[in-house]
């Protein structure tokens, strides 16, 4: 394993973190991860500040194990009605379908970046690591972090972006290759075409930069886990294994949809031709399962307002669509590796993601 000590970093006995994944988890898929010897986290961005507070409450009475909360680190644009309208003009015919009405008011603005008030917040409650997605908060608010005793991570999509966060003193990085579920990390670029697979990634990301890596994107079994580590990663961190797993909250469509494609390319392979980055759901590249609004729409489309106001009109088109039982319009999110998601309790799945792992610092 990697000289870095994956213990003194997340305090964990496994180096193994469980992905932040906002939509299909809560603390209770965190807490099983824990207590299998993982570092289990809770997704804060598209929670209020009283209900992270419920999070943490419900995983310390669970667990003392260490706790990885996730924020988002955006800069939340203003409004902009013209996009939303041009935007309204791409999706009325589902509209007209769905036989529903559009609402075009601001929305979408749930997702909000990491600030002052969530600090007030969770600061007694001295998490022992905090994770941030598009990059860095404010340098006052990360020096508020670093003042609880927290250990500070973020995500890397290119080597740019992991020497920044090197620059600015990161404990950990999240090198995301783009085979990862979910919302890209990007934060010095919004050009697609930078992403790349882990492999290449972590490699020369290990080459120049002195901090602790952690690997992440399409890892869902314990020779990915073992091949990662001895790439140069002190750790892995795992999403997508876990969205059919008991204590996760994914939903009974999403749910069918993943078993739906593991079973049409085959348990044991990469579903590549499965997932697609779209921008659709929320205005950001996102790796997830192709449905139909990706298919018919393009899974880029330069239509979709700025993150996060695309959601707004798509969510009204998913709420509709998923109450007839369709997942035309849903956010799948999920990983290539689709062949990884079991049916098992988290922490069962967490120990074997460690099985062809035997030595650990």
Same mark, same amino acid.
């Given at each position: 394993m990697n000289s870095k000590n994956f213990k003194a970093l997340l305090g964990t006995e496994l180096p193994i973190i469980q992905a932040p994944m906002a939509g299909v988890q809560d603390s209770k898929l965190a807490?099983?991860?824990?207590?299998?010897?993982? #570092?289990?986290?809770?997704?804060?961005?598209?929670?209020?500040?009283?209900?992270?507070?419920?999070?943490?409450?419900?995983?310390?009475?669970?667990?003392?194990?260490?706790?990885?909360?996730?924020?988002?680190?955006?800069?939340?644009?203003?409004?902009?009605?013209?996009?939303?309208?041009?935007?309204?003009?791409? #999706?009325?015919?589902?509209?007209?379908?769905?036989?529903?009405?559009?609402? #075009?008011?601001?929305?979408?603005?749930?997702?909000?970046?990491?600030?002052?008030?969530?600090?007030?917040?969770?600061?007694?409650?001295?998490?022992?690591?905090?994770s941030f997605h598009f990059g860095l908060p404010q340098e006052n608010l990360l020096e508020r972090v670093r003042s609880w005793g927290a250990k500070v991570i973020s995500s890397a999509t290119t080597v740019a972006e992991a020497e920044y966060l090197a620059a600015r003193g990161v404990d950990g990085i999240i090198v995301q290759g783009v085979e990862a579920g979910g919302h890209r990390g990007m934060f010095l670029s919004d050009d697609v075409s930078t992403q790349v697979e882990l492999e290449p990634l972590l490699t020369k990301i290990a080459s120049r930069v002195d901090a602790p890596l952690i690997a992440a994107g399409g890892i869902g079994d314990s020779h990915g886990v073992k091949a990662a580590l001895a790439m140069g990663a002190s750790a892995v961190q795992i999403g997508s294994a876990y969205l059919l797993c008991d204590e996760a909250n994914t939903s009974s469509l999403h749910r069918a949809a993943i078993e739906n494609a593991a079973n049409t390319e085959g348990s044991t392979v990469r579903a590549e031709g499965c997932t697609a980055l779209t921008n659709l759901f929320s205005g950001r590249p996102a790796r997830g399962l192709v449905n139909r609004a990706m298919s018919e729409l393009g899974a880029i489309n330069d239509s979709a307002p700025a993150f996060p106001y695309a959601t707004n009109l798509m969510a009204q088109l998913r709420k509709a669509s998923e109450a007839r039982g369709m997942s035309d319009f849903s956010p799948l999110w999920c990983g290539q590796n689709v062949g990884s998601c079991k049916k098992i309790a988290a922490g069962e799945m967490t120990l074997a993601l460690m099985q062809q792992v035997t030595q650990l610092e």
């Open positions: 807490i099983a991860v824990a207590n299998a010897g993982g #570092l289990g986290s809770i997704p804060c961005g598209m929670l209020s500040s009283a209900q992270i507070v419920d999070e943490i409450k419900r995983f310390r009475a669970a667990t003392s194990a260490p706790l990885n909360l996730n924020f988002f680190c955006h800069e939340l644009p203003p409004f902009d009605k013209q996009a939303q309208a041009r935007w309204h003009e791409l #999706l009325a015919p589902y509209f007209d379908e769905l036989e529903i009405a559009a609402d #075009l008011g601001q929305g979408g603005a749930s997702r909000m970046p990491f600030n002052h008030e969530i600090a007030d917040a969770i600061e007694a409650f001295k998490p022992e690591v905090i």
